[in-house]
């Protein structure tokens, strides 16, 4: 019944029964499993769970936005009311110092927020782009591609010399 969609089902599900790969007994999770894990809430705690449905971190973070699963072998967390970034052991790998933070991109950069505007960080944490944007978005356009560019550049340069070795293994 959780899955049904009433006189819609039919024409949703092509005619095919669906069965659950996870049964739904979380408050709140994942849309979609993320480097083989995805967040999900209990009781107000969050964990992860691999697609066997395993807690390979158990619900025991507090809970921040919506659970997301992980990018980079980082996903974001929360702390005494701040936002940084942890592996897959659990481990903090980025310190919970920004107001806001967003999980990593292709490009291995994340947009933060501190003091009320944007910048963003490398997987090391290192600043790439300093915080004092308005929006994520205004660091992308008009007389900041330059910004932008330089900031990626940079990433991808480090990447070639093996700089973030350690953190994509």
């Known amino acids: 019944d959780a899955h049904s969609q009433g006189p819609r089902e039919k024409l ?13 007994q979380y408050d709140n999770a ?6 083989g894990l995805a967040g999900v809430e209990i009781n107000g705690k969050i964990g992860y ?6 807690f390979i971190l ?6 921040h ?10 996903t974001t967390m929360y702390k005494d009311g701040k936002y940084g970034y942890m592996d897959k052991r659990g481990e903090v790998v980025i310190d919970p110092i920004f107001e806001d933070v967003e999980p990593f ?4 950069i994340a947009y933060v927020r501190m003091n009320s505007r ?19 978005e205004s660091m992308r356009i008009g007389r900041n591609q330059q910004v932008w560019k330089k900031a990626d550049s940079l990433v991808q340069e480090r ?5 973030y070795d350690d953190e994509l293994d």
Request: with cysteine.
């Open 12 to 24: 949703m599900n092509n005619g095919y029964v669906l069965e659950w790969a996870i049964s739904p």
């Open 30 to 35: 994942s849309k979609r499993f993320e480097e």
């Open 58 to 63: 158990p619900p025991e973070f507090t809970r």
């Open 118 to 136: 944007y910048g963003a960080i490398d997987l090391k944490g290192d600043t790439v782009i300093s915080c004092r944007f308005t929006t994520p």
């Open 49 to 54: 769970i691999d697609e066997r449905n395993r």
């Open 159 to 163: 990447l070639r010399q093996g700089y």
């Open 105 to 108: 991109g292709d490009n291995m």
């Open 65 to 74: 936005k919506f659970p997301k699963g992980f990018r980079k072998g980082l």
